[in-house]
């Protein structure tokens, strides 16, 4: 799950992280209230932030600087409802709705901190570099060295020579280590406490009077700790999520929309890569990755259905189900019913193996609906292929 940078900043406070003055705006006037309780207590600026879920926001007119009050208020009205387009949305862009009014800082260094769990050491690994305020995977890609990881057990956390070698690979000057080490020591524990998967400061800066200060801030949950932290849960805008992942999300069904035209519905994550790969292999694209895991019943297999059915790209399903806890004909009835419900014209194509599987098939076959049902995922693949493509010709029973 992901959150905005106004509520990562809000999280960090907590722990110490030290964070620019600023607060939420929803409208022109909560901006220009923010601005001026800034101005007055010192900020020499104003930094009007749009609040997406997605980087690049300056380069897209999303982050801009004012000197008085009624310049924010100005920058506010315009930002806010503008469709944002970064390099991380697509052309199809972001709606702003909502605003971080921030004091301007006295900026001295641009640098890097990120915290994330390395799934092939099995750690959280914390990065750092010089090279704040760019695309971390440009400084990657261009200068892999420019990037310092240090590996963190989980038994000990961040220790202390971990974070001062940051802290000196970082440059910052003899006075500034000891609170260094405390800003990074906070962040880590912020990350574990959180049961975050990401937590990314770009930029982490000094000013011009050595304070150190998180000027942006990521943070990602893991949806699958949400569990224990009720608090974090309402921090979800489901306005920058897409409404289809929204949807699936009430049924907890796994969803993600893609590129392509074919419908996928699996159980399991694994079958579901291995669904995807054979359609590419089969020279199709799969339009969405949609999981209806182990244990769904038929009202739940039901909703799936009619979620991959929204989806206006979608030109033909495959369904590709190894019955186990979800036995063959629970999936089958669950099809049936939402085929009658959503008077389903495209064409579907299944591919069934496991429990009840006979039981299953002959569910489909007495519904009354041309349904396609194969022996193996390359036959599913490339029937389903050519039906997106309006090449499949007159359906049989196998």
């Known amino acids: 799950m992901k959150i905005h940078e106004y509520q990562a900043k809000a999280i960090l406070k907590k722990y110490g992280v030290t964070v620019p003055r600023g607060a939420m705006a929803a409208s022109r006037e909560e901006a220009e209230s923010v601005a001026k309780d800034l101005l007055s207590s010192g900020a020499t600026g104003i930094v009007v932030k749009a609040q997406i879920h997605a980087g690049g926001r300056g380069k897209g007119g999303g982050v801009k600087i004012a000197k008085s009050v009624d310049e924010a208020g100005d920058l506010a009205a315009k930002m806010l409802g503008m469709k944002l387009v970064t390099h991380q949305t697509g052309s199809e862009g972001r709606i702003v709705r909502r605003l971080l009014i921030e004091e301007t800082l006295p900026i001295e260094k641009e640098l890097y901190l990120g915290i994330l769990v390395d799934r092939a050491e099995g750690k959280p690994v914390f990065m750092a570099s010089a090279a704040g305020g760019m695309e971390i995977e440009q400084v990657a890609a261009e200068n892999p060295d420019a990037i310092l990881k240090q590996y963190i057990d989980p038994g000990m956390g961040l220790e202390a020579f971990q974070a001062r070698k940051i802290a000196f690979k970082l ?75 929204v949807e699936a999300s009430k049924y907890s069904l796994n969803y993600i929309k893609l590129d392509g035209n074919v419908g996928c519905m699996v159980n399991g994550a694994g079958l579901a890569m291995a669904t995807m790969d054979i359609i590419k292999y089969a020279g199709g694209m799969p339009a969405n990755f949609l999981d209806v895991g182990g244990g769904a019943n038929a009202e739940q297999v039901a909703h799936a259905f009619e979620i991959l059915l929204s989806d206006k790209n979608v030109k033909a399903v495959l369904i590709n189900i190894f019955g186990g806890i979800l036995r063959v004909d629970t999936l089958a009835t669950g099809v049936v019913e939402a085929a009658r419900k959503t008077n389903i014209k495209l064409p579907v194509v299944l591919r069934l193996e496991g429990t009840n599987v006979d039981e299953g098939k002959k569910i489909l076959q007495n519904s009354g609906f041309n349904f396609v049902v194969t022996d193996t995922m390359k036959e599913a693949a490339d029937k389903v292929v050519a039906a997106a493509r309006g090449t499949l010709g007159v359906t049989e029973w196998r």
């Open 171 to 245: 440059g910052l000057k003899a006075q500034q280590i000891n609170p260094a080490v405390q800003f990074l020591t906070s962040l880590y524990k912020a990350f574990l406490d959180t049961d975050a998967s990401l937590l990314e400061i770009n930029p982490f800066i000094t000013t011009t009077d050595g304070r150190l200060f998180a000027l942006d801030a990521k943070i990602n949950f893991d949806d699958n700790a949400l569990f224990r932290h009720p608090d974090l849960r309402e921090l979800r805008d489901i306005t920058e999520e897409d409404p289809l992942e």
